[in-house]
């Protein structure tokens, strides 16, 4: 059975949420296990959440303990650092790396970076089944992205996993507008680390293994601290997007042309004196 929850938005100041940490009093209603979430004034679908079988997480489980956690900070989201790793594809950085590109992890870590992506497939089907409606609109969004730059064909171009990390309020400014988040969080010997959207008084919370979906880049949204109460205790999120900026991006043999050619303009313009120029 999936409960159904419907929710009005309280609409309280961007400017009051940015920038710190989920308190209880950000929130009414706890949600746990199967359910969906509607804005109960627009009938729009928040949040689809659902449970899943500990031998399927564990498929994922083994990919996180396989990964080596550094601090990252995200730009354009939560200003405070985490114990991040991302995957999949990253889009050109212009005077830095100014063409599209496989993220470290796949060189660096192979076989924990293809259990990932394979977890795509499921993170895809997933939005498909529960949402098969939105789906076909976010579909459409992400094939605007060449294939060579959506992780198995999937809707998704990008990733990250944390690794039991507390988030400031923030939105994901990075990707489409409207699209889904899908978010898978396994959790053991862990207290709090509720994912809490403020606009609608609601706080997701996580009893065992559990997939959900949401707009990351339009619902303002964080995650409470996190006690170990276990000393190897965690709280693993493995998140899954799809990167606006990716839309830029050319075939694959189109952005090695783009090395080529961009290396050797920066090779000629630091040999020269200059320094080098911003791409677009």
């Known amino acids: 059975m999936v409960d159904r929850y419907e929710v009005s938005k309280c609409d ?5 949420l940015f920038g710190r940490l989920p308190e209880p009093g950000d929130y009414d209603a706890v949600v746990s296990g199967d359910a969906d979430v509607f804005d109960k004034d627009t009938g729009k679908h928040l949040v689809c ?17 396989r990964l080596k956690f550094g601090n990252l900070q995200r730009l354009g989201a939560q200003k405070m650092a985490s114990r991040s790793v991302v995957f999949g594809y990253s889009p050109r950085v212009p ?73 400031t309020y923030h939105i994901d400014a990075s990707e489409f507008a409207g699209t889904w988040n899908v978010v898978t969080v396994i959790k053991r010997g862990a207290r709090g680390g509720l994912t809490v959207l403020p606009e609608y008084r609601v706080a997701l919370d996580f009893k065992g293994p559990t997939m959900y979906a949401f707009s990351a880049p339009d619902l303002v949204h964080g995650v409470t601290e996190i006690e170990q109460v276990d000393e190897d205790g965690y709280r693993f999120s493995v998140i899954f997007y799809t990167m606006e900026q990716m839309a830029k991006c050319g075939t694959r043999e189109e952005e090695l042309e783009r090395i080529r050619e961009w290396s050797t303009n920066a090779e000629k313009r630091y040999i020269s004196g200059g320094a080098p120029e911003e791409d677009a």
Request: proline residues 5%; glycine residues 2%.
């Open 49 to 65: 959440m659902r449970r899943l079988e500990p031998t399927k997480a564990a498929f994922l489980l083994d990919a996180c303990r």
């Open 12 to 16: 309280p100041s961007r400017d009051t």
């Open 95 to 167: 005077l830095r790396r100014n063409y599209c590109s496989t993220c470290a992890l796949s060189r660096e870590n192979p076989e924990a970076n293809e259990r990932l992506c394979k977890w795509a497939l499921i993170s895809d089907k997933f939005v498909k089944e529960n949402a098969p409606d939105f789906y076909a609109w976010h579909r459409g969004i992400a094939e605007q992205v060449k294939p060579d730059w959506r992780i198995h064909d999937t809707i998704f171009t990008s990733g990250y996993v944390n690794n039991t990390c507390a988030l």
